[in-house]
Every structure is written in structure tokens, then in C-alpha cells.
């Protein structure tokens, strides 16, 4: 886990420090738990300020190439989730239209705001693959993406049909909303995540 996500979580949701300590520690715990080394849990947040993708960017240090208006935004109404993801590397290659199509009901992709958060959590991911986040839209069709180029992080699109070697979206398999009442106590925290994950 990467200091930096708890730091930027911190700042940007107003969180104390005894309630980062508390996610700190509950995510250090589950994610030790999962055998399957493809999959992690993370925790994201959502704003209805319109300034939170610009401000998340700048603090994550990822350059956005377009114009970030049009971007799909996402309407969570919970402040908070914990997401469970597969990154299997099965999907390299594969373009976004076609790992779309191979969603299962119960499984979606990443938006813009969970693709930061998942970059500033598992900071070695970039240098696996780019990462297709097919929960969000550019303009009308396009595909948001963030990737490594030299020393760099970037924000871009790509067509829905193009595929790449290097490029795959990792899959959102379960998630739970939280509140900032729920990171009071470590033991409440992974008790309600811990069902996410049984279920």
C-alpha cells in the first residue's frame, strides 16, 4: 500500500487521523487475507464537488491530456466504497468494447475517480499494463485510460475497439458503501467488509 493514497484520502475527504489509522489497518488485514494474488480491496471517494477529479489529478500527480468536462462523471450518492477488483491478465490485450461484452451481471469496470484512487493505492500497477476504465465514458464514445509514459502518469482516451498489448481494465467483482461512522473502530470496519467479501 502506497503512503501517498492514505495522505491524499485523508486531505481531500476531511478524515482525522485515528480514522485513516483505522483504514489503514483494516485494508492491510483483508488484503492479506485474499490468496488470489490478482485481487485486492481498496477504499475510494466520491464528491459532489465538481472541482474533486481536478483536485484528486493535481494531488496524484497525473497529467490530464483533455478536457476534463468531458468526461462521464459518476453520481455516487455514498461519500465512500470498498472495492474488491480483479486484475487478472487475462484481459491484456483485449480492446474495451470486448471486455465490456465479457462483464457479468454482477461485475462492472472502473470510472475515472476509482481508476485514480486504484493507481494512488497499487502504485506497481502502471507498470503492468495501462488501465481501461470502461465504467466511464469521453465525449460520446471513447474510453478514459491512465498510463505511464518515461517518468509520467496520464489521463487520455481511446477508441472502444483498439487493443493493446499493454493495456487492460481491471474488473470492480464486489463493493460496499461506507460512511465516515463506519471508521471509528477497525473491528466494526472489517466486520462490515468482511461480509462484502463472504457474500
Not at 71 to 84: G, H, R
Not at 112 to 124: Q, Y
Not at 139 to 147: A, D, G, K, Q, V
Request: charged fraction near 25%; hydrophobic fraction near 40%.
Amino acid at each position: 500500500m502506497n503512503s501517498k493514497y492514505f495522505f491524499i484520502l485523508q486531505s481531500l475527504a476531511d478524515l482525522s487521523s485515528s480514522q485513516i489509522s483505522v483504514i489503514k489497518k483494516v485494508l492491510n488485514n483483508i488484503n492479506k487475507s485474499i490468496s488470489d494474488p490478482n485481487k485486492f480491496l481498496f477504499l475510494t471517494y466520491y464528491s459532489t464537488n465538481k472541482r474533486i477529479l481536478e483536485k484528486l489529478l493535481e494531488k496524484a500527480e497525473i497529467d490530464d491530456l483533455l478536457p476534463l468536462e468531458k468526461y462521464s462523471q459518476d453520481n455516487n450518492k455514498f461519500a465512500f466504497k470498498a472495492i474488491l477488483v480483479d486484475d487478472d491478465t487475462s484481459r491484456l490485450g483485449k480492446s474495451p468494447s470486448l471486455q465490456i461484452k465479457q462483464l457479468s451481471k454482477t461485475q462492472r469496470g472502473l470510472n475515472v475517480n476509482e481508476g485514480i484512487w486504484l493507481t494512488l493505492f497499487n502504485k506497481n500497477i502502471l507498470k503492468k499494463h495501462s488501465i481501461d476504465l470502461i465504467d466511464s465514458l469521453y465525449s460520446r464514445e471513447c474510453i478514459p485510460t491512465i498510463y505511464s509514459w518515461k517518468s509520467e502518469t496520464r489521463l487520455s482516451a481511446i477508441c472502444p475497439d483498439v487493443s493493446d498489448f499493454m493495456c487492460a481494465a481491471p474488473i470492480i467483482e464486489k463493493e460496499i458503501e461506507l460512511s465516515v461512522g463506519d471508521f471509528k473502530d477497525n473491528v466494526v470496519l472489517e466486520k462490515k467488509i468482511g461480509k462484502l467479501l463472504n457474500n
